[in-house]
């Protein structure tokens, strides 16, 4: 019996080869599409579930009372690391910084690679096994490094790396005391070395200082609550820490569980309520979306098609055969279609899952090793199968027997009805991610105009790593005398990050006000080398002595309620500081969000980062090996490395843009599904009228009245689901939004504009059939009558 239904479902395919194309082709195409954002959102919702001690692990943030609600940052004081040892069910503490570069030597070899300054509980907390050393008590004393296997590969070869001495950064060796496995690509964080965070105070006097400064919040906390312990109990007893601490502090501490990290990291009144679960479920959606579109095609094409088989139903029954007889051919065709179709899914994933990865920035695969890979396998065939054969298979099963042998069966509304509802479904899908995909390229195009505040064309950011601190000044007077720059200055972060937040008063300061600003240290010609606008005051001059003056954006000046700035003192760290300048507002962090409240303070010891501007009348090529032989002239320890300003401020739209791809290509995968089916829906509708066409002809119809003829039904449908799915659309699109501070508003164009090319598109496509039958010799179509 099941030999027979295959072969059966195989003459079905062959004697239709170009619906059996349209129905396995869209099938395939929605598969593969699914199968691709389904492997995206596996691989984020997989994010850090290596770590055994998952359940357990919290990041710290601080919540503050702000005037827009509580405010929630990442950045915390160094104090807390001691303080919420003492509770009783925290297990483990551990401080990170935000991560960096070191310069790696060992012999002749000199490798830049990524790492952190750790507490010591950091790998008794987190699952990075150490393969190489002993386990225990690493990252203890500040003369060891723990580096992992790909470093110590590299650096040592085929070597024992244990007890090896590495050069870190040209400033002192450290002792190689574990080596752990390389960093799964889905883990926060990513490392090929780690060094004591005591090494850290040692190299950096600040940070030594901030261990006892409860307003430098500038570090990562991480804790491990005791298994089985109450969070919201350890939250009670620890969110009043700060405030004990620091008199008419609105400061709290809180903690976020690290299965929240990567999908939960945004916070909207001090609680996590959001992150990239957005686009996650917004990508889940759309996968639902494309799979409907592919099984809606295979019913409308069954069901439209099932004159073809009617004679086969009548004839079977009259013979014996009962309905559920019938049910389960069809079902069984249908699922034998959909295994063709998975089978040429699968090959479609694997070969453009190199390209897709590039697309994603991600290093996805398919394993097929896992037992779980079949399963959900098996079950979306299933589903599929289930989904696109059942209504065929139950509607061609109804066909009475005597009324099709007598050739007076009329499908009626009955046939026609499921199918046009149909149609509008595929194309309501569509519309709303045609939308989507256009709000969402208008939302960046609008983040990328945004003023940023300083000019970025040929600013080039340089690393202030080995000698080049206390040859800064030496370095500056060579690349300008020279003409290789046109301004060059120093400063604690580049112009397009923020590293450092403080807390500030004033005289007048409410409650509900901020206290914790964005801290800038920087030295004389900031704002000439960034193009900041000066628009009160002063920038930083050698004429006068600047170390107790500080220069505020134009943000801060509002937030604190300063009409006239200039000379009004600020409290920070306890030291008293007068208001010199005011800045236009920098972009410094997220273009998404608000400019953050911001204090330059004159600092040339706080010093990561050197800027310098390129000069227009040089070659850039040309002026940056001049720049280089100076660099290396006296910092010739370390490689010359360098950033370009407008580089790293296209980066922040990294995500935005690896959305705004995807939503284009999986919009445009399923309009083309969705034309496929409606293709195949209006040549099986031409071929069902080509004699009444041919009499119109004969009749003196002409060629554009049979095309309105055979479009206008389909017209009419795709205008319907541009009436259902615009509002809709617009709502959704509206809420996803509200994410950004700086958005837009939804403009009416956008609309129109979906719902215009999902209407061109469609027309086109039966156009093509239209015109086809249009045009053909009515004397073919009537020889037979």
Not at 367 to 394: C, E, H, K, Q, R
Not at 565 to 587: A, R, S, Y
């Amino acid at each position: 019996m099941l030999r027979n239904y295959l072969v059966i479902a195989w003459r079905s395919l062959q004697k239709s080869r170009v619906y059996s194309f349209i129905n396995i082709a869209g099938l395939s195409i929605g598969l593969a599409c699914s199968m691709f954002i389904f492997l995206w959102v596996a691989d984020e919702r997989s994010w850090d579930n290596f770590h055994e001690k998952k359940s357990e692990l919290n990041r710290v943030y601080i919540n503050w009372l702000g005037d827009r609600g509580v405010q929630t940052q990442m950045a915390v004081n160094l104090p807390l690391w001691e303080e919420l040892k003492h509770d009783r069910d925290i297990v483990h503490v551990a401080p990170t910084d935000w991560g960096r570069e070191f310069l790696l030597t060992y012999g002749e070899k000199r490798l830049y690679r990524t790492g952190y300054y750790a507490g010591d509980d950091f790998l008794k907390m987190f699952s990075f096994p150490v393969v190489q050393g002993s386990a225990e008590n690493q990252l203890k004393d500040p003369s060891t490094m723990v580096i992992t296997e790909s470093t110590a590969k590299a650096l040592f070869g085929d070597e024992d790396p244990i007890g090896k001495m590495i050069r870190v950064d040209d400033r002192g060796e450290l002792t190689v005391t574990g080596v752990t496995k390389d960093v799964p690509t889905n883990s926060t964080f990513q490392f090929q070395c780690l060094l004591p965070f005591s090494t850290y105070a040692i190299r950096e006097p600040w940070t030594k200082e901030a261990m006892t400064q409860w307003s430098n919040n500038s570090f990562n906390l991480y804790v491990e609550f005791a298994k089985g312990a109450e969070a919201q109990a350890i939250e009670s007893r620890s969110k009043d820490i700060i405030k004990k601490h620091r008199e008419n502090s609105t400061q709290e501490v809180t903690f976020l569980p690290m299965e929240r990290w990567r999908l939960f990291g945004e916070f909207e009144n001090g609680k996590s309520t959001t992150g990239t679960i957005v686009y996650v479920r917004m990508f889940t959606i759309i996968a639902l979306f494309i799979l409907v579109i592919a099984c809606i095609n295979f019913m409308n094409l069954a069901t439209a098609r099932s004159e073809r088989r009617a004679r086969e139903v009548g004839i079977r029954k009259s013979i014996g055969s009962k309905r559920k007889d019938l049910v389960v051919q069809f079902l069984g065709e249908t699922f034998f279609i959909t295994i063709l179709a998975f089978i040429l899914a699968v090959g479609l994933v694997e070969s453009l899952l190199p390209l897709y990865n590039d697309l994603v920035d991600k290093k996805l695969f398919i394993d097929f090793t896992n037992p779980l890979l079949w399963l959900v396998s098996v079950g979306v065939i299933a589903m599929t199968g289930f989904i696109s054969g059942s209504y065929p298979a139950l509607y061609l099963s109804s066909f009475q027997p005597a009324a099709v042998l007598k050739g007076k069966m009329q499908m009626g509304k009955s046939g026609t009805t499921p199918r046009r509802m149909m149609v509008t479904l595929q194309f309501f899908f569509s519309i709303v991610l045609i939308f989507s995909t256009m709000v969402i390229y208008k939302q960046l195009n609008h983040l990328r105009n945004r003023p940023t505040g300083y000019d970025g064309a040929r600013l080039v950011t340089i690393g202030s790593v080995g000698d080049i601190p206390k040859n800064y000044n030496t370095i500056k007077q060579e690349l300008l005398a020279s003409g290789l720059a046109e301004n060059v200055m120093r400063s604690s972060s580049p112009i397009t990050a923020i590293y450092g937040f403080k807390e500030v008063g004033w005289a007048g300061k409410r409650e509900d006000q901020r206290s914790s600003f964005a801290i800038i240290g920087t030295d004389y010609d900031y704002t000439k080398t960034l193009g900041v606008k000066m628009l009160q005051g002063r920038d930083y001059s050698d004429a006068y002595n600047d170390s107790s003056s500080i220069i505020l954006n134009q943000t801060a000046v509002e937030y604190i309620g300063l009409k006239n700035p200039i000379g009004e003192t600020l409290t920070i760290d306890d030291h008293k500081f007068t208001v010199i300048g005011v800045t236009e507002n920098v972009i410094m962090n997220s273009p998404q969000r608000q400019i953050d409240p911001t204090v330059l303070v004159f600092d040339p010891n706080w010093m990561s980062d050197v800027t310098l501007r390129l000069p227009e009348n040089k070659n850039t090529q040309e002026a940056l090996a001049g720049v280089e032989a100076i660099f290396k002239k006296y910092n010739p320890s370390y490689p010359f490395t360098f950033r370009f300003t407008e580089d790293e401020f296209n980066r922040k739209f990294t995500n935005i843009q690896r959305v705004g791809r995807l939503a284009n290509l999986f919009a445009g995968l399923a309009i083309l599904i969705s034309c496929l089916g409606l293709f195949g829906l209006a040549a099986f509708t031409a071929e069902q009228r080509t004699k009444e066409i041919g009499i119109r002809k004969v009749l003196g119809a002409t060629v554009s009245s049979v095309v309105v003829l055979l479009s206008k039904e389909f017209t009419r449908l795709i205008i319907l689901a541009f009436v259902l799915a615009a509002p809709l659309a617009w709502w959704a699109m509206n809420q996803w939004l509200q994410e950004y501070d700086y958005r837009i508003s939804i403009p009416w164009w956008i609309v129109a504009s979906a719902g215009g090319l999902a209407f061109v598109l469609a027309v086109a496509t039966v156009s093509f059939q239209a015109v086809k039958a249009a045009v053909a010799n009515p004397v073919k179509s009537l020889r037979n009558e």
